[in-house]
């Protein structure tokens, strides 16, 4: 099943974009799942139908497309509530559907959704190696080492070598080939911002994007007005800037429609218009991944980081881990064993790849 996550500023438009996809690559005869995790009901507002967030079967909304919202305010703690609806969803309907695509809350929520199964089960491990009763001492030092918001101890108490494993499909799953994140953005300088800095931590977390929609964009007639004429060329800037930026990743262009794009027949011709003549299940652009590389008497981990910067970027090799920070992102990725033996003897940043050298100290 090949896996999209849509995400993007607040507002942007992921609901529509992504409920747009699925209707359009449910009518090219693909099976396809459009799940969200949004709190307010709008993906089935979006699409005209009304779910049930208590049910954890999908909805059929029409030939080839099923709808299902997850309602992560039902649990004590809404992010963990939503990865593991998340988690059962996704396992429960792996084998039926050609398509998933998943309608993301917006940009650290996304971040939190995609992360929680590596942060979680780093920590899951550790809970496990030291026992379920310390796990109130044990959560404040996983605070500090992971990146993201962990569940309270009260959520830990029930957690087991099971959730643990399903925890770390999960993460398997994420970086799979076929899983992939599209980012949506507006025109607009601050959601272009955010959106660049989405795509660096994204990276850090190797998952792979594969594509940025640009939306509402004026459609020639609109531009041609006298009104909106300097709209319309600020807009071909950003586009073209946009471009330039996250290449190689394509940019999808999305028009503003005449009105709110409601109901799958409405959704599904807007889906073909942003498309065009692409396959909305392909993955549109391979992305560079992790590597482990060998080379003279040392060896090198490159990992990706499409618009890291030099003065926000920190790097650190504590016991088998490797810690990287971005921004306000941190990540201790994992070394393989060869690896972990050896010490940080440079780091260097290069068009968008960190490089980092490890060997032994002279
Ligand atoms: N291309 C478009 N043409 C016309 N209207 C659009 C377009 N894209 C989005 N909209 C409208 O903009 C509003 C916000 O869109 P949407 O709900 O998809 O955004 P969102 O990013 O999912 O928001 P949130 O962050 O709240 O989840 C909706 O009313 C939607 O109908
Ligand atoms: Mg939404």
């Known amino acids: 099943m090949r896996l999209v996550f849509y995400t993007g500023k607040g507002g942007v438009g992921k609901t529509t974009t992504a409920a747009a996809t699925a209707a359009y690559a449910a009518a090219c005869g693909r099976r396809t799942l459009v799940l969200s995790a949004d709190p307010a009901h709008s993906l089935g507002d979006v699409l005209g139908v009304r779910l049930d967030q208590k049910t954890t079967t999908p909805l059929r909304v029409a030939p080839g497309l099923d709808a299902l919202e997850v309602d992560s305010r039902a649990t004590l703690d809404p992010h963990w509530g939503a990865i593991r609806d998340y988690l059962v969803s996704l396992f429960r309907h792996q084998g039926i559907y ?14 939190r959704l995609v992360t929680l199964p590596e942060v979680a089960s780093r920590a899951v491990k550790l809970l496990l190696r030291v026992q379920r009763a310390v796990a109130t001492l044990v959560s404040p030092v996983a605070r500090v080492v992971v990146p993201v918001p962990l569940p309270g101890p009260e959520v830990f108490r029930d957690i087991d070598r099971m959730l643990y494993e399903r925890l770390a499909k999960l993460r398997e799953r994420l970086l799979e080939a076929d899983t992939s994140v599209r980012i949506v953005v507006t025109p607009e300088r601050m959601v272009i911002d955010e959106a660049l800095r989405a795509h660096t931590d994204l990276a850090l977390f190797e998952l792979a994007c594969d594509a940025v929609v640009m939306n509402r964009l004026y459609p020639a007639e609109a531009a041609a007005e006298a009104f909106f004429e300097s709209w319309g060329r600020l807009q071909e800037e950003r586009l073209a800037e946009v471009e330039e930026s996250f290449a190689p990743l394509p940019v999808l262009r999305a028009p503003l429609a005449r009105e709110e794009v409601v109901g799958v027949a409405a959704l599904a011709a ?70 972990a033996a050896l010490a940080l003897v440079g780091a260097k940043l290069d068009a968008g790849v960190l490089t980092v050298r490890l060997g032994t100290p002279r």
């Open 98 to 111: 050609d398509l998933c695509i998943v309608d993301c809350a917006p940009t650290g929520s996304t971040l």
């Open 270 to 339: 807007h889906g073909a218009a942003i498309f065009a003549d692409a396959d909305p299940a392909a993955v549109l652009c391979v992305a560079p991944r992790l590597r482990f590389a060998r080379g003279k008497g040392e060896y090198r981990v490159e990992l990706p980081l499409p618009h890291a910067r030099k003065d926000a970027l920190d790097v650190a090799k504590l016991d088998d881990a490797l810690l990287v920070r971005t921004g306000n992102r941190r990540r201790a990725i994992p070394l393989p064993r060869k690896l």
